[in-house]
């Protein structure tokens, strides 16, 4: 079966400062990785994912994750936070017919 | 597109009450899937249909029903109500290719059960 790690539950950096939110996966076969995104009282907003090929993927609002074989990870980045990007953030793995979601991580940006 | 729309925004029922959550999608998608979500614990699978008369159970399916009579509507069916299921309810759908299909979330419906 497959599974998603999140090891931070929140992350805290400083509006203009990189971030990088941590995911590991295990899967058995290729790995369909995503993440999404989830802000107060609404659903979830996908923003990239991983199929094949460039092992770092570009999606929106200015996010890219890399995607690592070796460390079975897809962390997600972004140069430069904004305020704005203040939310859950949630990595999941696509099984045989179901994506499996890690338990989130709340990235708090401060001005 | 309307999406995928989810009705009530809220509800609350009392310890054995039933009840349907409603889910629709406008983008002929063949996959809908009914998530939870518990604080601390993130999503949580809990039925999906891959088309029209096709569901299967997910990872915590006791306690609801599914149908699939339409490829627009996926209806969640609340048998007798616990207060173990306030939770908040997710529709998703997507295609279905089988390789990393995109899923698109409803605004979810917040259960509270007494």
């Known amino acids: 079966a497959q599974s998603v790690a999140q090891p931070e539950d929140q992350v805290n950096v400083a509006e203009g400062n990189p971030l990088t939110v941590k995911c590991t996966y295990s899967v058995s076969g290729n790995p369909y990785l995503f993440w999404y995104v989830q802000y107060p009282n609404r659903g979830l907003q996908f923003l990239l994912k991983?199929?094949?090929?460039?092992?770092l993927v570009k999606g929106s609002y200015g996010f890219e994750a890399e995607f690592n074989k070796s460390q079975t990870s897809f962390h997600l980045k972004k140069p430069s936070a904004l305020v704005s990007d203040s939310a859950v953030y949630f990595c999941?793995?696509?099984?045989?017919?179901?994506?499996?979601f890690g338990s989130g991580t709340r990235l708090q940006v401060q001005p | 597109n309307a999406g995928v729309t989810q009705t009530p925004k809220f509800q609350v029922l009392k310890t054995g009450q039933s009840m349907t959550l409603q889910c629709a999608q406008d983008m002929n998608h063949e996959y809908m899937s009914w998530y939870r979500q518990d604080p601390g614990m993130g999503l949580r699978l809990i039925h999906y249909s891959v088309g029209a008369g096709i569901t299967d159970q997910g990872e915590v399916p006791n306690g609801y029903n599914v149908s699939r009579s339409t490829t627009e509507d996926f209806p969640l069916r609340l048998l007798s109500a616990a207060p173990s299921q306030t939770s908040v309810y997710f529709c998703a759908s997507s295609y279905w290719s089988g390789i990393g299909d995109t899923q698109y979330f409803g605004p979810g419906t917040r259960l509270t059960v007494l």
């Open positions: 999941a793995v696509m099984g045989r017919r179901a994506l499996t």
């Open positions: 991983y199929i094949t090929g460039d092992n």
